[in-house]
């Protein structure tokens, strides 16, 4: 009830935009930075996501797949995932088709195999839908886009995520254990080209979407639209999925580096005007989750977590519980370390150094962004530095 002066709200959650919230607001006159509940099923329903992929004439961007429908598991089904493990030697993945905190994917470091695909469907498919999709491997990146329901967009830079639990992709699928961003916003492995690609779908998916404002009291899609995508060893970009909000950890990075006032682009998506050029620090910045030790898996156990020294100004609490200015962790993940520097390197050192300063009963991938450096800099040595320092000796 005691709403009346609010400019805008900002929805973070996707569970919120599942349930309707923005439908909700826009009935209060509220202006909402999220999609209505029909165009956050970009989200919310991969298998509409597909649909809309291939409305779009995207196909070529988007894995192979089948469809099976909760409780109508039949032998047909079974011939047509044939044909993907056939043709894929069992290189595939297989999804939740609703929200699952970024755990609902079923991917392994070594391929199916057909017991193993039989048992997982069996086991799922009287509780959800499932996608069965072709196994792509590459480089993961996301963009994300905001938009403010009548077709203008602006993008943030490409970041690349590590979904994957453990060291060298391995082990199941999180909400993300980290996260970087090169200097000058790039990424070692895109492209300008890339780049050009990955806008082009996000804003083709957002006209998409925006195409059916009729339906919906002429109000398009507003809010962040944020495309997961692959490049794979064949140069080729691919769509994995849409998210209907900003990611995590990728919006930490997003908006550290954003140098416009975020309070001021929200006006302007609210108004439907969105009209401001984004512009944004050129450093490189790196992020990495500390998560329990049991984790993905729940647990009702909570455990101390202790700081050396002061690292606040690094540090963005996730699940946690706070006791007389003590830190317990819970469940789910914990906190999350952030540096940005002039370069990867620098980025790579000194986020490590600081996760050596907390202590508990947590655990980290210590190679997020490790492949972009060289062996010297993984180990501490900065070849700026090295290269900086001969410069002054010769003259």
Known sequence: NNIKNLKFCVVGPEAFLEEGVADVLKKRDIPCIGPLKNYARIETSKSYAREIINACGLENHSPKYVLLEKNEFE?????RINEI??????KIVIKKNGLCGGKGVFVQDVDFTQDEIQTIITENIDKSDLLIEEKLEGEEFSLMTLTDGNGNCRHFPNISGYKRLENNDVGPNTGSMGCFIDKNNSLPFLNEQDIKITESINEIIIEKLNSNKHFHENMGYRGVLYGSFMKTRDGNIYIIE????????????????????????????????????????????????????????KTTEKYDIYFDEDVSKHIIFGNVEKENNHYYSL????????????????????VYNKLKQIHGNLKYRTDIAANYLS?????????????????????
């Open 75 to 79: 032998e047909e089904n079974v011939e």
């Open 85 to 90: 493990t056939k043709n894929e030697n069992n």
């Open 242 to 297: 849409f998210n209907s909000r900003f990611g995590d950890p990728e919006s930490v990075i997003a908006l550290s580096l954003l140098k416009n006032n975020f309070y001021s682009l929200c006006c302007e998506v609210a108004k439907g005007e969105l009209t401001s050029v984004l512009e944004f620090d050129q450093s490189a910045m790196l992020c990495v989750y500390m998560v329990p030790k049991d984790y993905p898996q």
């Open 331 to 350: 469940s789910s993940r914990t906190l999350l370390c952030s540096v940005k520097g002039t370069n990867l390197s620098s980025c790579y050192k000194e």
């Open 375 to 395: 062996k010297y800099e993984q180990a501490g040595v900065s070849i700026d530095e090295g290269n900086n320092a001969l410069k002054e000796m010769k003259q």
